[in-house]
């Protein structure tokens, strides 16, 4: 059973930056991939980013395109976040799972691993 540790996320003013950090308690080996998902309030959680860990492959949700990057060294996966708006407030979650194909990445059914969520708020 892999584990997932956050990290990271705060209060923050709007054109600020962040960065969360998600480690796992053990290798996802090279099939690997880990994710981030956010759920605004009031809200369904919806995808953010992504990588797999054999190349570095990486997929972004439209509206963190050009401000958000995701990147993974040894167990851990981190998610700059950049620019910030209000509408980035929501509770991050970090994923991981093995096996995943490059079409499932931004699919949350895909994750077997699930962190514990960590609050990012953007004030205006």
């Known amino acids: 059973q892999v584990q997932l540790v956050e990290s990271g996320g705060g209060l923050v003013q709007a054109g600020g930056s962040l960065t969360l950090s998600c480690s796992a308690s053990e290798s996802l080996r090279n099939s690997g991939a880990m994710g981030w998902f956010r759920q605004p309030p009031g809200q369904e959680r919806e995808f953010v980013a992504a990588i797999r860990w054999n190349g570095g492959t990486t997929r972004y949700a439209d509206s963190v395109k050009g401000r958000f990057t995701i990147s993974r060294d040894k167990n851990t996966a981190r998610l700059q976040l950049n620019s910030l708006k209000p509408e980035d407030t929501a509770v991050y979650y970090c994923?991981?799972?093995?096996?995943?194909?490059?079409?499932?990445?931004?699919?949350?059914?895909?994750?077997?691993?699930w962190g514990q969520g960590t609050q990012v708020t953007v004030s205006s």
């Open positions: 994923s991981a799972g093995t096996g995943i194909i490059l079409s499932s990445l931004t699919s949350a059914s895909a994750y077997k691993y």
